[in-house]
């Protein structure tokens, strides 16, 4: 099982960055989906995280109103559309799958992911 997420690099505050995230070795579609970010000396934190079908969608309030999730399943592929960055989106993003449904809090938790793909570095220039 791989998850490759990709797209990073530097921005500029204001501006935009999509990431990808390509997963082979599961059928994606089975798989509930997330993003979390992580910075030196923090823990890892909650970005977003979408449903299986796409019904759901949970962001954490930094985030919420400025980045997107989707996903295609066809295409096994995630993604996270970032717009309007901030110097404190940086991080280094990571991807993760984890089979069926999550329930409460826990879509934003970094406990019981099944799967982590690599991260990705964002970095955010004021």
């Known amino acids: 099982v791989q998850l490759q997420a990709c797209g990073g690099g530097l921005a500029q505050a204001g501006g935009s960055l999509r990431l990808p995230c390509v997963v082979s070795?599961?059928?994606?579609?089975?798989?509930?989906m997330a993003w979390f970010r992580q910075v030196p000396g923090k823990e890892r934190e909650g970005v977003s995280s979408i449903s299986t079908s796409s019904s759901n969608m949970y962001y954490s309030d930094s985030v919420k109103g400025r980045f997107t999730v989707s996903r295609d399943n066809a295409k096994n592929t995630v993604y996270l559309q970032m717009k309007n960055l901030k110097p404190e989106d940086t991080g280094v993003y990571y991807c993760?799958?984890?089979?069926?449904?999550?329930?409460?809090?826990?879509?934003?938790?970094?406990?019981?992911?099944?799967?982590w793909g690599n991260g990705t570095l964002v970095t955010v220039s004021s």
């Open positions: 993760a799958a984890d089979w069926g449904s999550r329930y409460g809090p826990t879509w934003l938790t970094p406990n019981g992911w099944d799967y």
């Open positions: 070795g599961i059928t994606l579609s089975y798989y509930s």
